[in-house]
C-alpha cells in the first residue's frame, strides 16, 4: 500500500499549486497529483500545434455539447497557469459583491482577500506595462483607437515581464521557453518542493472514497491502475476537473447543485488587416487593457490579444481557398481584439450515458446583446484608427472555467462551504475555480491563487491535530 499522507491535492494548476506550497511550508507531508505531464522552458512543445496537442484536455478541442464553446483548459504540472497569458489582476469590488450577493459567504471582499493576494504576490514577479517603448504595434493601436473613440484604458499587469524586446516567440500559451511566465511550475510547486512535496504526475484521478479515518483516490498513473492515500484530500483539479471527479464519486445525490452554475467568460476574436505590418507576435504579448466603466456596466471587456497561425487560421473558418489564403498572407497586418464577456447564463457540467464529462452552455438574449455591444465597440475602435477591412470571427471559446461545485451556505444550493470543505464530508475540501459562485468579469488566475492561500489556512486550522 502506498504511504498515507497528511494531505493529497488533486490537479496542480492556480489553486493547487498554491494550496502545496502553503501545506507542503507548514511541514506536512503532501502529494500533488497530476494528469498531465511536467515540462520545463526546454522541454515545452515548440510548436502551437504540438503544444495543443500535449498541454490541452482533449488536445485544445474540447466543446460544449452543442459544439459553440471551445473550452480550453491546461493538463500539464502547473495547469492553467502554464498556458494562459498570466494577465494577473485583483477583483475590483463589484465581482466581491456580486460573490457575496450570490452566496452569502463573508469573507468575499477585498478588506478580507487583501492579505491572501498580498501573500501570494510576493511569490510571483510581477510586471507592469507602463513603459510605452516596450509595447507592440499591437497595444499601440489599441491604444489610439481608445482615445480617439474616447474610451477608457489601462497598462496590463502580467506574470511575465521577461518577454524579450521584438522576439517572435509567441510561445505563451504553451508553456514559455525562457520559463520567465510566473506559472505554478516555476513558482509554488517548486517552493513546495523544496519544502518536500512530493508530485506525481501522469495520474488521472477517477474516484474518491471517503473513510473514518483517511481518503482513497482511485485513478491511473500513465494508464496503470494506482491508489493513494491522505488523511484530507483537496480537489484542485479546476472547475471541469474537480466537478468531474465529484460526480464520478457519485456525489450528487446529497449535493443537489453539483455541476449547476458554469460560467467561462465566453470570447470573440475580431481581427483588423492594417497597411503597415502590425507584428502582433512579437514582444510582450498583450499589455493594454480596457477599463472603461461603461464596459463594465455592459459586463464585457476587451482585450488585446494575438494567436499563432492555426488558431488565427480556424478564426476564419468560413473562408477557402484563394480567399483564406490572401487571409492568411496578411498575418503580420493582423491587429486584434477580443470581446470577452462576463456570462450570466449558467452552464451545466454533467456525465453523459457512457460515463464521460459533457458540459451544456447557451447564452441567453441578455448575454447575446452584451456580446453585440462589445463587437460593436470594438468595430468603432478598428474604424478609429482606420482600418479599412475587418473580420469579425464567430468561434466562441470558453478559457475562464469557472463554478461546478459554488460556495455557499446551505448544501441544497451549494457545494462547498465556508470553510472550503464539501458540504457532509469533513475529509474532502475544494481549492480551485470551481467555487466561484458566478462569473466575476475579471481575469479569474490570481483570486484562484488568493482563494487557495485562504483555503490552505483555514484547513490546516481545521485539521490540526485530526
Ligand atoms: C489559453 C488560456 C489563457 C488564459 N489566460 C488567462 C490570463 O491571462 N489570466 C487569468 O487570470 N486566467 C487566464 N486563463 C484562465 C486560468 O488559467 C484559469 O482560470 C486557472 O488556471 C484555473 O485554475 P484552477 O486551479 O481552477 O484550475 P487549473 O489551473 O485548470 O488546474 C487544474 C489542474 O488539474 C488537473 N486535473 C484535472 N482533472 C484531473 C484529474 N482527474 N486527475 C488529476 N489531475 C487533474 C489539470 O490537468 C490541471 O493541471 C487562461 C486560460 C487559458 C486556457
Known sequence: MNPVYDYLIVGSGAGGGVTAYVLAAAGAKVLLLEAGKRFSGNTYPKDEMRAGAQLMWGGGTDMTTDAATVLLRGKVLGGGTVVNQALLDRFDNLAWADFKADSGVSFFDNAAM????DAVETHLALHTFHDRSRWNRNAALYVAGFEKAGYQWQPLRRGQGDCGHG???MMC????PRDAKQSMAVTFIKEAEAHGLTVRTGFQAAQVVTGADFVTVFGHENGVPQSHYARHCILAAGALGSTELMLKSQWQRRLPALGQHFYCHPQWMSTAFMDEPVDAHKGAFQAVKSADPRFRQNRFKLENVFAGPVA???LNHRQMGAAHQHYMRRYRHMMCIEVALRDQTPGQISLN???????????????LDNATKGRGVVA???AAVGAKETMASDIRVGLHLMGGARMGQQAATSVVNEGFQVHGMPRVYVADGSLFPNAPGINPSLSIMALAHRAAHSILAQTAGA
Not at 487583501?114 to 493576494?117: E, G, N, S
Not at 450515458?353 to 448575454?367: E, H, I, P, Y
Request: aromatic share 6%; net charge neutral.
Open 167 to 169: 522576439n517572435d516567440c
Open 312 to 314: 488565427m487560421a480556424l
Open 353 to 367: 450515458r457512457q460515463g464521460r464529462l459533457a458540459v451544456t452552455k447557451s447564452l441567453r438574449q441578455a448575454d
Open 173 to 176: 500559451l504553451g508553456g514559455c
Open 380 to 382: 468603432e475602435i478598428f
Open 114 to 117: 487583501a492579505d491572501h493576494y
